[in-house]
């Protein structure tokens, strides 16, 4: 029993550990996964390097070509991408009657 209770106080510092650090690295990782997975052509984003462009094309092998400025185009991995500034809305389905 005695052996037991000198565990108690490393158990606690691992419960906090977990619910004030991984736990919420955890969910920001998959937040910026789903944000680079649904990445689109017209999205206006921000790399971690700290470059504003508009991405061009989304490429299928995790590249998208962004528009830094006229006629500048440079390929960037999607997991660089920090933010996206501006989110174009998916093209609608055409309603004319």
Request: proline share 3%; charged share 25%; hydrophobic share 45%.
């Amino acid at each position: 029993m005695q052996g037991l209770g000198q565990f108690v106080p490393l158990i606690l510092i691992f419960a906090i550990m977990y619910f004030l650090l991984i736990r919420p690295q955890q969910k920001k990782m998959k937040e910026h996964q789903a944000m680079v997975s649904n990445l689109r052509r017209g999205d206006q984003v921000i790399t971690q390097g700290g470059l504003i462009g508009k991405v061009v094309k989304v490429k299928e092998d995790n590249e998208v070509e962004v528009e830094l400025g006229e006629g500048v185009k440079v390929r960037v991995v999607k997991s660089t991408i920090a933010t996206v500034l501006n989110k174009t809305e998916p093209a609608a389905a055409n309603t004319n009657k």
